[in-house]
């Protein structure tokens, strides 16, 4: 691999935009995913030199340069997974584009981009809670943020197809928070009360967040919700449910349609009666095709 890198990476960096093939991107995904930890050593240098010159191909809009786009995604979502080392490794400066780039693939408005990049995002807050020497520096650097810019895709109507995982992160990163995982303070303590808490401040953060982005709801309503945020007794289910009715109540979502948010029950509820159908047509003899039919028990035969 050695000296494949260097005459490939040189071309793509150095290409003018028009001129750069996705194609580089590709080999680079196979790559890591072929070789993983045995290429992490290169994957900084992969980064990089592919990493800025791509995003800024494609951060101007949504439409110019779609094969990139997605082997870009691709490629990230490999290294997450195959070498996460890699990505501690590198500078301060472009580790930030990492998450830079995935938080505008979030806000994508091509589906697929957008929902891999939440589970790139999801990935990657798991790998970063396994590393316990480089977590604290992580969450203090990127979750007040990124907090922000789950709420920002969660109450846009373009993004209504990626609820499930909205919920799955905020649920991940307030239980972090609430259970005193996150042990550098989210704040600049200079400028907080002494005995100032990242729970405390979350929710003060969040709810003065709330209060400026939605004016038409009441300081009771907001309150209520944020706390419900931080409640650990509330299972999946009952997150999702309490970000549905959050969401319902704002005059963006008021008038839409909302199936969106509940396309995961609905499916599940699709196929619960498809399965009660098939089953009361196996209970009547010559309803359902014998090759259709589920194999028998022959232990009695």
């Known amino acids: 691999m050695p000296p494949i890198l260097e005459p490939v990476l040189t071309d793509y960096r150095t290409s003018v935009p028009e001129a750069r093939d996705a194609e580089v991107l590709t080999l680079f995904t196979a790559s890591v995913e072929k070789l993983g930890a045995q290429l992490v050593p290169e994957v900084p240098r992969i980064l990089d030199n592919v990493l800025e010159v791509t995003l800024d191909m494609i951060n101007k809009n949504f439409e110019d340069f779609p094969e990139h786009r997605l082997r870009f995604y691709a490629l990230l979502k490999a290294v997450n997974n195959a070498t996460f080392e890699a990505i501690l490794r590198l500078k301060g400066e472009h580790q930030k584009l990492v998450v830079d780039a995935v938080v505008w693939g979030m806000k994508h408005t091509d589906r697929n981009i957008a929902e891999m990049a939440l589970e790139i995002l999801f990935d990657l807050l798991q790998n970063v809670g396994r590393a316990p020497e480089v977590a604290p520096a ?69 709810l003065e967040l709330l209060s400026r982005s939605f004016p038409n709801l009441t300081r009771t309503m907001i309150v209520a919700f944020v706390s419900g945020l931080f409640d650990q007794s509330k299972d999946l289910a009952a997150y999702k449910t309490h970000l549905r009715d959050f969401l319902v109540q704002l005059k963006e979502f008021s008038a839409e349609d909302n199936s969106d948010l509940f396309h995961e029950e609905a499916a599940l509820q699709r196929a619960q009666q498809e399965e009660q159908q098939r089953a009361s047509r196996l209970a009547v003899p010559g309803m359902v095709n014998p090759y259709d039919a589920p194999d028998q028990d022959m232990g009695d035969l």
């Open 138 to 206: 992580f969450y203090q650097a990127y979750l007040p943020d990124l907090i922000s810019d789950i709420f920002v895709v969660m109450t846009d109507r373009l993004h209504k197809s990626g609820f499930k995982m909205h919920a799955t992160l905020l649920r991940q990163i307030f239980t972090l928070i609430e259970l005193g995982q996150v042990t550098a303070p989210l704040f600049d303590p200079a400028s907080q009360p002494s005995e100032q808490t990242n729970q405390q401040f979350m929710r003060e953060s969040v």
